[in-house]
């Protein structure tokens, strides 16, 4: 574990995070580090910016970035921190850009957000920087997120631009968070305040024997020096000029994986079409993920074929060299299909040319169990049954060379493969999917009716509900062992 990761949780165990805290933190005039907390007009208590990490969120980012945009009204934006400091008028989201977006209806959110405001897709491209520090303490991640010193100036501006902002902010000194009679001051000892609690309990200990100054500066020297774990994400994507996608023509997927799968001292980089060079594979890579696409493997358009060629390149320089061999493969649906395409394998139509999107139960070779990063994972192969959601229009129907099939399922016959060194590890479903995430950001732009995703909507539930069937968190363990060990 790096110098300076703080987590209080194994670093080589994933962790399914229920909620999610942010602390924005300053240095101020005299280079002392402050905490700015907020709370309700009226009210006594201060908070840290938190909320809980819904089914439709999918990942603690795209939580921060709703509750950010949605409460916040796009208060912290760069915009705005430069106005702030500039005395210059700040910009705030009106009411009525929210007003039609309910946090528990799925037709809404975060699809709405992510196409009707600036400062949602602004944080989702933030929180995805390798200076974001984050800890996990009992089922939360923190994030620790760094801006411009506001001074009292802040509120003075939400009261002479909007009468009607709900929130006022103060600064605390960071250092005398862990004096009890400070605390009291603003009621933090209050057994009914959250934030209270989190102080006296997790983050009390962190205040008495961790040195943010020095966190900070040590991370951003590993990032000077590159010396972080580099995570390329290989998306394999045509978008059209007009379509608004993060980050500089991104995809969604991207901010579900750095959010479940990142942790402190590692840089995941987006690569849209473009190939890693030899430099970037040496540059202390850990991993190559190719996720979800549009496109089909046997359609050879473009882009796929220099993915194919740059794949068979890469399986051939990674068996002579040492360097290159220890430089892992993850593939995700389209993922899964074109790096066995490349490997010699084949790709084609489901049968029946049927489009699939639903929960599947995979029917697991006993030997899957025996590869070490499937055993560090922590899960008992006596107790699940692994289920996964398919979205997709082809299937591998024969492996690529040095990769087997250890998973089929009623409608897929190669649902898992993997090399003989373990490697290269591959899915044809989507653990970073859930039907409400799916009809949000992926119905709509199919011909799936919403009565099609109701009832595969009730066969989840209904999944989820059977003992010793396995959620999403399962395949997770495993994708966050096979990258991290």
């Known amino acids: 574990m790096n110098s300076c990761d703080f987590n209080y949780f194994p670093y080589n165990k994933f962790n399914y995070f229920k909620h999610v805290h942010v602390f924005f933190f300053s240095f101020n005039e005299e280079n002392e580090f402050n905490l700015l907390l907020h709370r309700s007009l ?71 957000l992510f196409f009707k405001t600036n400062c949602y897709n602004e944080w989702l491209e933030k929180f995805c920087d390798p200076f974001i520090q984050c800890d996990n303490i009992e089922g939360k991640i923190i994030y620790f997120f760094e801006i411009p010193w506001l001074g009292d100036n802040l509120n003075e501006k939400l009261v002479s631009e909007d009468a009607n902002y709900p929130f006022e902010f103060k600064y605390f000194d960071y250092c005398k968070l862990v004096q009890l009679d400070y605390a009291q001051e603003y009621k933090f000892s209050d057994s009914h305040d959250k934030l209270g609690e989190y102080i006296h309990s997790t983050t009390l200990d962190l205040c008495k024997h961790f040195n943010m100054k020095e966190h900070v500066s040590n991370s951003q020297q590993l990032i000077k020096n590159e010396e972080l774990e580099n995570y390329i994400v290989l998306s394999l994507e ?48 850990k991993a190559i993920i190719i996720p979800g696409s549009h496109s089909s493997v046997y359609d050879y358009e473009p882009h796929t074929l220099d993915a194919i060629h740059w794949l068979q390149n890469f399986k051939h320089n990674k068996d002579q060299d040492d360097q290159l061999n220890e430089v892992k493969l993850l593939g995700i649906c389209f993922g899964h299909q074109i790096i066995n395409e490349a490997f010699g394998g084949r790709v084609r139509k489901n049968k029946g040319g049927e489009f699939l999107n639903f929960v599947e139960i995979v029917n697991v070779d006993t030997n899957f169990w025996n590869f070490s990063f499937v055993k560090n994972s922590g899960i008992d192969e006596t107790k699940f049954l692994l289920k996964i959601y398919e979205i997709h229009g082809d299937e591998v129907y024969k492996t690529g060379e040095g990769l087997k099939s250890y998973g089929t399922s009623d409608s897929c016959t190669n649902e898992i493969c993997v090399s003989e060194d373990g490697s290269i590890f591959t899915t044809q479903g989507h653990p970073e999917l859930s039907p409400s995430i799916f009809y949000s950001n992926v119905m709509k732009n199919t011909h799936t009716s919403f009565q099609q995703y109701s009832e595969n909507l009730k066969q989840y539930v209904n999944l989820k509900q059977m003992k010793g069937i396995s959620d999403s968190e399962i395949f997770y363990k495993i994708y966050y062992s096979f990258l991290k060990q």
Do not use: H
Request: aromatic letters at 10%; a neutral charge.
């Open 42 to 112: 009226g009210k006594k208590s201060f908070y840290d910016i938190n909320t809980k990490i819904i089914d439709i969120d999918g990942s603690p980012i795209n939580s921060v970035c709703r509750i950010l945009t949605t409460k916040f009204r796009g208060l912290f934006s760069q915009e705005n921190f430069k106005a702030l400091a500039q005395n210059t008028p700040i910009k705030l989201e009106s009411f009525e850009v929210f007003a039609d977006l309910d946090p528990e209806n799925i037709e809404n959110l975060p699809g709405n």
């Open 238 to 285: 045509v978008f059209q000029e007009t379509e608004n996608v993060f980050p500089n023509k991104g995809i969604y997927e991207f901010v579900q994986l750095v959010g479940n799968l990142r942790r402190n001292s590692e840089r995941w980089i987006f690569l849209n079409n473009k190939m890693p060079d030899k430099n970037m594979l040496k540059n202390n890579c």
